[in-house]
C-alpha cells in the first residue's frame, strides 16, 4: 500500500502532462493549419497544339499533335479542339510545340499536298539558284527569311564592258534551302546549296537571266523592314575610289579683276598719198601730194 501511494502522483502527473501535450498539440495544428481553399471551377476548353516542331509546308498527321486546356477568355481565333480535323492538312507556317494549330497558319483544305508549293502565294513562282555557304552568309539564310539579290555581270552598255554589280531583286522570300550532290569540274561528287524565292513572274525572268549570265550574292534583310532602295549600282572604279585618301590640294587663286586700260592714240599718223589726173584734149598730166 506504500509503494502505491508513492507511485499514483507520478501516474497522475504523467496523464495530465500526456492530457496537456495532446491538448497543446490540437491547439497548435487549427492554427497553423491552412485555411481551406475555395474552388473555383472554370470550364478549360480543349485545344490542338502542336506538340514537336513542324516547318511550314508539313501535311500534319496526330501524332505531331496534342491537346492543351485554354479559359473561354483566352481561345485563339480559328482553334480546333477535335485534333482528327486536321489530319492531312498542310501549314503554311512554322509551329512551336505547345502552339495552337489555328485555321490562318493551315493551306485551304483543298490543298492536300504539302511542300513548297502549300505556301507560295497566289500569282508567285518558286524558282531555284544554286548557291554557297558565302551566298547563303554561312547558313544564316533560312526559310521565311527575306533577302535583296545582286548580281555580277559585265554592262553592255560601256564600251570596255566592265563588269558592274546591282541589286535587281529586293524584299524576295526565301521559300526553301537545301543541298545537293553534283559532280565538280574534277568530276568529283560536291555538295551544292539550293534556294528557292518566292517572285513574280516579271522577276523570275531577272533571276534567271542575273544566274544564268552573271554571279549572284544575298543580302539578308530584317524580317520587319519593307524599303524599297534604288541603286546605280557601282563598278571597279567606283568601288576603288570608295573612301579613297585625297591628296591635299593647293587652294584656289582668287579670282583677280582685270581692268582694260584706255588706249592712246597717237597724235602722228601716217599721210595717205593722193594722185590726181588731170586731162586737157589729149594731153594728161597726173600731180600726186599728200593729205595729213
Request: net charge positive.
Amino acid at each position: 500500500m506504500g509503494n502505491w501511494k508513492a507511485i499514483f502522483p507520478i501516474l497522475l502527473s504523467l496523464v495530465i502532462a500526456v492530457a496537456g501535450s495532446f491538448l497543446a498539440y490540437q491547439w497548435i495544428q487549427k492554427k497553423t493549419a491552412p485555411k481551406e481553399m475555395v474552388r473555383v471551377e472554370s470550364d478549360a476548353v480543349p485545344v490542338a497544339v502542336a506538340a514537336i516542331d513542324i516547318p511550314w509546308g508539313t501535311k500534319l498527321t496526330p501524332e505531331m499533335l496534342k491537346k492543351n486546356p485554354y479559359l473561354k477568355e483566352s481561345l485563339p481565333n480559328g482553334y480546333f479542339s477535335d485534333v482528327a480535323l486536321l489530319k492531312d492538312r498542310v501549314t503554311v507556317s512554322p509551329l512551336k510545340p505547345g502552339d495552337p494549330v489555328v485555321e490562318h497558319r493551315l493551306a485551304p483544305v483543298d490543298i492536300k499536298t504539302g511542300g513548297v508549293s502549300a505556301v507560295l502565294s497566289t500569282g508567285k513562282r518558286a524558282v531555284a539558284v544554286k548557291g554557297d555557304k558565302v551566298i547563303g552568309i554561312s547558313g544564316l539564310i533560312n526559310p521565311g527569311n527575306r533577302v535583296d539579290v545582286l548580281v555580277t555581270m559585265q554592262d553592255p552598255e560601256t564600251e570596255k564592258k566592265l563588269d558592274k554589280t546591282k541589286i535587281v531583286l529586293e524584299n524576295i522570300l526565301v521559300l526553301a534551302t537545301g543541298t545537293q550532290i553534283q559532280k565538280n569540274e574534277k568530276g568529283e561528287p560536291a555538295p551544292v546549296d539550293v534556294y528557292a524565292l518566292e517572285v513574280t513572274p516579271e522577276e523570275s525572268e531577272k533571276l534567271a537571266l542575273a544566274a544564268a549570265q552573271g554571279k549572284l550574292q544575298f543580302a539578308l534583310r530584317n524580317q520587319l523592314d519593307f524599303e524599297n532602295i534604288l541603286t546605280r549600282g557601282t563598278t571597279i572604279s567606283q568601288t576603288l575610289a570608295s573612301l579613297m585618301l585625297n591628296a591635299p590640294q593647293a587652294p584656289e587663286p582668287k579670282p583677280v579683276k582685270i581692268e582694260k586700260k584706255a588706249e592712246r592714240r597717237s597724235t602722228w599718223a601716217p599721210r595717205r598719198a593722193v594722185t590726181v589726173e588731170m586731162i586737157r584734149g589729149t594731153e594728161m598730166t597726173k600731180n600726186t601730194s599728200s593729205l595729213k
